[in-house]
């Protein structure tokens, strides 16, 4: 065991959980004042509900021994057998357990990023129960499959240094099946709804720039130079689509807005999260820069096909997840990680057609697992609030409580 191997990979998962209450007030503050609180009250919830599951059975789903490429077995239910001895596949250098609870913290924000989509208008018992059968049955096997040791995905060849499949495309996938099922807000199309706090959307947004260095850099599970290469890329591509976000609605819509502004980072952050343990810094602008438009006109059509993604979790983590892990398969570098792969620019186009092959997958398999449980979930004890209860706020209707007192 290196001690600060350890100490690094304790903090960064520091830094990942502080991104979920981040990412509540990044959406709490994109609410109206009545869903203040519920909206917040999602990301809050979620670290405490997919905490306990990670250890009870989540992550010896993801990351327990192999069963046929596709599952860990049970062997490591309750943590049972994950102690202090390092596992080379799981950090050579690191206890076990601080690598379980490094990607526990990634198991918490991926479901709490669904809930942008459905927010200000689902009940909060039919929230808890669809988070917990999606993390179990869609999180933990995609994450095998991807990073597990004998994960088919990775045996195919496919790169993905932090999650843009198992974290962003997934939790994208799944918002689109949610607003396709939960279906949209009373008065959409009709009744502008504005953001009621953006200083607390920017609070959030910044909070999620600081947590996503450990995100990133710390899935180099040492203190090493790819570890530094990840975090340099990290704050470029996340710069890169800022600008070209706010360029673009300025441009278009003759204002640079701050929520603009915020969103476009956190695009450049999503897109930048596959290849940040393979690209280099001049990569990192391009693929932050192309996130920051395709996002910006990904978020633009949901007015056009009438769906209501209250949040923009398909515009800006699916697209930008997409484009991240696309990305990866054009610019990955040898140079800078050669336990990776190169990509087509570096003379290897078959990379590119294996990072499409897991983006199908990835989408598909969220996609359609999503739509079962949401319909499950439906029959058994209801997704949708009554009018009244829309109406009235989630703040209320859902948990007797005010976000504001004047």
Known sequence: MNAADTFFVLMSAALVMLMTPALGLFYG????????????MHSFIILALISIEWVLW??????????????????WLGLHGVGLTPNPHYGATIPPLAFMIFQGMFAVITPALITGAFAERIKFSGFVLFTLLWATLVYNPLAHWVWGAGGWIQKMGALDFAGGTVVHISSGAAA??????????RGYGRTRYI???LPMTITGAALLWFGWFGFNAGSALAVNGLAVN???????????????????????GGKATTLG???????????????????????????????GLLCYWGVSLKSRFGF?????????????????????????????????????FFGNPSQ??????????????????????LKVVDKLIGLRVTDEEEEAGLDVSMHSETGYSF
Request: hydrophobic residues 55%; proline residues 3%; neutral net charge.
């Open 29 to 40: 503050g994109m609410v109206r004042t009545k869903n203040v609180l519920g909206t917040i």
């Open 58 to 75: 989540g992550y010896t789903l993801a990351f327990g021994p192999d069963v046929g490429g596709l599952i860990g077995n049970l062997s």
């Open 176 to 185: 689109l099946a949610a607003v396709f099922v939960v279906g949209k807000r």
């Open 195 to 197: 953001p009621h706090n």
């Open 230 to 252: 990840a975090f340099v890329v990290t704050h470029i591509a996340a710069s890169s689509a800022a600008l070209t976000w706010v360029l673009a609605e300025w441009r278009l």
């Open 261 to 291: 502004a915020a969103s476009g980072a956190v695009a450049g952050l999503v897109a930048i999260t596959p290849a940040c343990g393979f690209v280099g810094p001049l990569s990192a602008i391009g693929i932050g820069g192309v996130a």
């Open 308 to 344: 209501d993604d209250a949040l923009d979790v398909v515009g800006i983590h699916g697209l930008g997840g997409i484009w991240g892990a696309l990305a990866t398969g054009l610019f990955a570098s040898k140079a800078i990680n050669p336990s990776g792969a190169n990509g087509l």
């Open 352 to 373: 590119l057609f294996i990072q499409f092959v897991s983006v199908i997958v990835s989408i598909a398999f969220s996609f359609v697992m999503a739509l079962i449980i």
